[in-house]
């Protein structure tokens, strides 16, 4: 039984920063991977950024350069620091991870989503 749940969003001017958090929580025993996701309205939802447990970092190309993915292995929490925002950026952001449990069964795991709304 695993939990994910996302906070940090809002409402922000064109130019401004968030700062978005995903904490892991349940039957845990280790984490593959964690990344964010987004949904606009009338949108699929989309690829945002990953980190594996190699190391290994990824960034949709539009948002290489202006938004970080970073993960407190300790807190089982990872963050999206979101800089530069455009009006594009506004949409449902949903945290993911691939875990392992503590029974021994690996899937995939999604958080209910927090809103990022960016104003032109």
């Known amino acids: 039984q695993v939990q994910l749940v996302e906070s940090g969003g809002g409402s922000v001017q064109a130019g401004g920063s968030l700062r978005l958090s995903c904490v892991a929580s349940?039957?845990?025993?280790?984490?593959?991977?964690m990344g964010w996701y987004r949904q606009a309205p009338g949108k699929q939802r989309e690829f945002v950024a990953t980190?594996?447990?190699?190391?290994?970092?990824n960034y949709e190309d539009s948002v290489e350069g202006r938004f970080t993915i970073s993960i407190d292995n300790a807190k089982n929490t990872v963050y999206l620091q979101m800089n530069s925002l455009k009006f594009e950026d506004t949409a449902g952001y949903y945290c993911?991870?691939?875990?392992?449990?503590?029974?021994?069964?690996?899937?995939?795991?999604w958080g209910q989503g927090t809103q990022v709304t960016v104003s032109s």
């Open positions: 349940g039957s845990i025993f280790s984490i593959n991977a």
């Open positions: 980190s594996t447990s190699d190391g290994t970092i």
């Open positions: 993911n991870a691939r875990i392992r449990s503590r029974r021994g069964s690996i899937a995939d795991y």
